[in-house]
């Protein structure tokens, strides 16, 4: 089955950036909605940023700002661009995302592995 592999991610200063980036392992038909979400240590699973397929993007209050989303739809990739980073931001960054394997399936809600964000002096 064809999974999402993230990367981009790593170690970083406060206020410094990082991009993150998504894309299924193999081929696909096609990626409906996409979205990446956090969780760090001793923490609940929180959602960062979500976009659909034409574009329309939506935010957690914490990151509004600071942290793009966005998408390639020709590349099946999804993008997490972040500015301005915090402690706090600290985090495993995962990928979801709809994937439709052929024409005629439904879409099957698929996570990446998780890639993790360090924001330390």
């Known amino acids: 089955q064809v999974q999402l592999v993230e990367s981009g991610g790593g170690l970083v200063q406060p206020g410094g950036s990082l991009r993150l980036s998504c894309a299924p392992s193999?081929?696909?038909?096609?990626?409906?909605?996409m979205a990446w979400y956090r969780q760090a240590p001793g923490k609940e699973r929180e959602l960062v940023a979500t976009?659909?397929?034409?574009?329309?993007?939506n935010y957690a209050d914490s990151v509004k700002g600071r942290f793009t989303i966005s998408r390639d739809n020709a590349k099946n990739t999804v993008y997490l661009q972040m500015n301005s980073l915090k402690p706090e931001d600290t985090s495993v960054y995962y990928c979801?995302?709809?994937?439709?394997?052929?024409?005629?399936?439904?879409?099957?809600?698929?996570w990446g592995q998780g890639t993790l964000v360090t924001v330390s002096s």
């Open positions: 976009i659909t397929r034409g574009s329309r993007t």
């Open positions: 979801n995302a709809d994937l439709v394997y052929s024409r005629y399936m439904r879409p099957v809600k698929v």
């Open positions: 193999g081929s696909i038909f096609s990626i409906n909605d």
